[in-house]
Nanobody
């Protein structure tokens, strides 16, 4: 059974930092999967925040460039999202996904709230 489990969310003040983790289990050859972080704020569509390919190439939505960093540790089947200089507009549920070809798996999400 495949599972993606996110953790690391919480309440943080503007300007603060959080590090999200996504641990995958039950996926063979995890290193071959593209892994992404998405977020969904109340009343808004889910948006792609950052992605990392099997070779380590990364991409980011413009609003987080220079503040967020995605990385992966294939030995641990884990993807990270380091989030710095957080803003209230970053408040959302953050989800990770792992995809390869037509196969895609999702985690259950972790809440990030940025508020003073």
């Amino acid at each position: 059974q495949v599972q993606l489990v996110e953790s690391g969310g919480g309440l943080v003040q503007p300007g603060g930092s959080l590090r999200l983790s996504c641990v995958a289990s039950g996926i063979r050859f995890f290193s071959l999967y593209f892994t992404d972080w998405y977020r969904q704020a109340p009343g808004k569509q889910r948006e792609l925040v950052a992605g990392i390919g099997s070779g380590g190439s990364t991409n980011y939505v413009d609003s987080v460039k220079g503040r967020f960093a995605i990385s992966r540790d294939n030995a641990k089947n884990t993807v990270y999202l380091q989030m710095n200089n957080l803003k209230p507009e970053d408040t959302a549920v953050y989800y990770c996904s792992a995809r390869r070809g037509s196969t895609e798996y999702w985690g259950q999400g972790t809440q990030v709230t940025v508020s003073s």
